[in-house]
């Protein structure tokens, strides 16, 4: 049960963590802000879990070693794709283009030795930034899946307010939405923004996107993040 549920927090925390990198600054292992591995674990900690350790006491510093090192192994692990150029993902068919619409592919990242589990960042200049999921399911309900992360994002973004929730189709897919907003540093800039979380479920993939904006462009968002939602690729293969 802890091993489950352990996995289901790191991928809850690199998850959170790795769309911030796109979000926040740069994209594809290049954060000009973490010059050292410390900063890494602290960072994400300070984002995803620091509530957690904070209610520890002295007597468990045992286990708060254990789990820094279990956390930094799995962004370790997480190994960077230096390309912005198209990036076709064999496992699921899906097919990410150097351009979406008016983003531009920043980078891919693969969090796996396979490259099972992978994330593309497209970035439409410092306005709107998308990272875009594609993961194996594994067998886990949809519905489950998203009540997750929606959870997650609000218990450790902050001043975190769901702004709306509901199911949606996007080219026949049906999958999940919720609409956030929350301060946090977004390219330089302490100030609120509009956060929106997507998942999809398609022959056994999940296919999530994390999309952040600030305010003053949310009128140009809701248009931006449409067409995107109409020209992004889609899993092919069937997962195995």
Not at 58 to 65: L, Q, V
Not at 151 to 164: E, R
Request: charged share 20%; glycine share 6%; with cysteine.
């Amino acid at each position: 049960m802890f091993i489950c549920n352990f996995k289901l927090f790191l991928k809850l925390t690199t998850s959170v963590r790795l769309h911030d990198a796109h979000a926040g600054h740069t994209h594809a292992g290049s954060r000009k802000n973490e010059s050292s591995e410390n900063q890494l674990i602290h960072s994400t900690f300070s984002a995803a879990a620091g509530h957690t350790l904070g209610a520890m006491n002295h007597k468990h510093t045992f286990m708060k070693k254990g789990i820094y090192f279990l956390v930094l192994w799995a962004l370790l692990c997480s190994q960077t794709i230096i390309s912005t150029d198209e990036y076709f993902h064999s496992f699921s068919g899906t097919k990410f283009k150097k351009q979406i619409g008016n983003f531009l592919n920043v980078g891919t990242r693969k969090y796996d030795d396979l490259g099972k589990d992978i994330s593309v960042g497209y970035n439409l200049n410092q306005d709107i930034t998308i990272t875009h999921y594609v993961y194996p399911s594994n067998g886990e309900n949809l519905n489950a899946h998203f009540e997750n992360y929606k959870n997650s994002i609000l218990s450790n973004k902050a001043k975190a307010k769901l702004l709306s929730a509901s199911n949606i189709t996007t080219n026949n897919i049906s999958g999940k939405y919720a609409k956030f907003e929350y301060f946090e540093d977004y390219f330089g800039k302490h100030q609120l923004v509009f956060s929106y979380l997507y998942i999809y479920e398609l022959k056994g993939w999940f296919i999530m996107l994390r999309i952040t904006t600030i305010i003053e462009n949310s009128s140009k968002t809701v248009d931006e993040i449409n067409n995107y939602l109409k020209l992004m690729p889609w899993p092919t293969i069937q997962c195995k």
